[in-house]
């Protein structure tokens, strides 16, 4: 991905629009934040004119009038003013950050969310996972993107509040005239001037704006570099503390090949391009845009200077028009500053929409499946053909099965075969290019999406569990019937286990949250992940091998268990273990994205020339116990 820099001349609607979008979306995950931005910046913007406002009184009454009851009360109501705005000031500034902390949180809500929306096929896709990367990266690297944008937003509002603060304490400087007797000095008068000495602030702003914006275009230009050297450093700088890796990591002396990346990785050293960049262009650029800025001040503290000299106004005018210009001056600089800024994350924030604009391009259907007290369900692939996204090779050719309800259907064949790819398209989690998929007679695109998967179970090969009780992973809810997860456990063959949990059902699983939590096997991990499946009750239950962590033996008594538990639903299963499949009604062999044969263990082992033959024979010597 590459960032888009000044080169490509961003619009400033598009950069406008984009930063809204993404104050809207940052808002939407935490309301309060914002409001409080607003009142914070604009404290911070008008802090200084508080001082300059009444420092200038003070002056202006010690050096004319001298009226000590005027005096004091300019003494204590800029003291008074001055720790009211100071209070706030920080109140609002903790409240602030407190809330921006805790945004830095709760904006991977609108990740989380997107990711869980994605159709399957997205969420399988590499680009996806990329470019969530990338977004994650830029973030890291430099803060770019989403939660640059209150930053932003807040010079800008300091700075539109410090402009028209400064204007409303300058006004003065440009109406109050010199007096007639100042002879030469009486042309500071002259509107033409006064049009001139604005032509020059407007040019400088521009020029001051212009230099920013080439400094902070060089950000873009490195981000390509930066961020690799951020994702080298994020996983070999750490690798060191990562769970499982330590075995490995000494048998072969990884560390050596660690230390090849720790040297080559200059990213963000004195020889990367960053540095250089900052020592040469960045460094020119940054620093102009500061002297021009310097200039502007100049020709104001000149011009202020010049009409204090010619009797135009008192000391206390020049002590608040050199204080207001001073301030006014920065936020001039902050405002032609943030449209560089503003620029250069508007291509971070084109890569973070890009990612949350990916479309759900399945169709989600609205035919409702029945609820059917029988569980009557006939489910058909007809000619089905499928590949894989920017694959070439076809995962399933012109597949064509029937289920027959209420039986067991084994699935067998080689690694590759498409044997979990058929899974993926029964449970619709794919839709295939060519041919149908059909419920009881009606393409299961015309249903809808929630409703058809919810008459499925499935324990796939490469199941996950959460780092949550196990009642809550087997129910996958907070809330959920004791009894019914229980009963659950027990034919999954967790039983013994149960028995052993020091909290029951409350047992946090692994260690991620508490030191209380408890460390399970692979295979103990299998058992509950199949209880999962038999908790939800669907008509259709499937395990794509999901037993892949247990010895044949434990595997054939699990499965021989689990044919007596499915009762009236139809079963489909899974597994390299032939012997496993012998209970089954049915078996059909796949091979290279074909069905090849299908038949009862005893017809497919009687084909002495068919692959299912071929698979047992090689797999005979680990079941002679059987």
Sequence with gaps: MTVKTEETKIKLSHAVACHLRAVRLLHRVTPRFFPVLTAASLADALNPYVAVFFSA??????ACGRR??????????????????AVLKALLHQRKETLLDDLYGRKEILFARKMFSLDYADIDRQETHDLRSQIRQNENWSGWGLMYTPGILESALCSAAGILGGIALTVTLFTTPVPAGAGRLTVLNSPLFILALAAVMVLASLAAGFCNGKYISYWGSASKDATLGNRLFGFFGFI??????????????QQNLVKAYWDKNKAFGTKG?????????????????????VVITGFIYAFTCLKAWAGAFDVGSVTQYVGAVTAMSWSIYELTALLGYLRTNTGYLDTTFQFLDIPNAMYQGSLTT???????????????????????????????LKFRVGRRLAIVGENGSGKTTFIKLLCRLYDPQEGQILLNGIDIRKYDYRDYMNIFSVVFQDFQLLSQPLGANVAGSALYDEAKVRRALLDAGFGDRLETMPQGLGTQLY??????????????????????ALYKDAPFIILDEPTAALDPMAEAEIYGKFNEITGDRTAIYISHRLSSCKFCDEIAVFHEGRIVQRGSHEELLAQRDGKYRELWTAQAQYYTKE
């Design 57 to 62: 009184r003070i002056l202006s009454e010690l």
């Design 511 to 532: 260690k991620d949250f508490t030191e209380d939590g408890v460390e399970i096997s692979g295979g103990e991990a299998q058992k509950i992940a199949i209880a999962r």
């Design 370 to 400: 029945e609820k059917r007290s029988d569980r009557n369900y006939d489910v058909e692939f007809r000619n089905v053909s499928f590949r894989y996204p920017g694959a070439e090779t076809w995962a399933l050719k012109n597949v064509s």
């Design 240 to 253: 060191g503390q990562k769970k499982g890796r330590g075995a490995d990591i000494r048998m072969y002396n």
């Design 273 to 293: 391009r960053l540095s250089r960049l900052a020592k040469g262009p960045m460094g020119i650029f940054n620093g102009l845009a500061n002297a021009v800025t």
């Design 68 to 85: 000590p009851q005027i005096l004091w009360r300019w003494v204590l109501a800029g003291a008074l003013c001055t720790c009211l705005f």
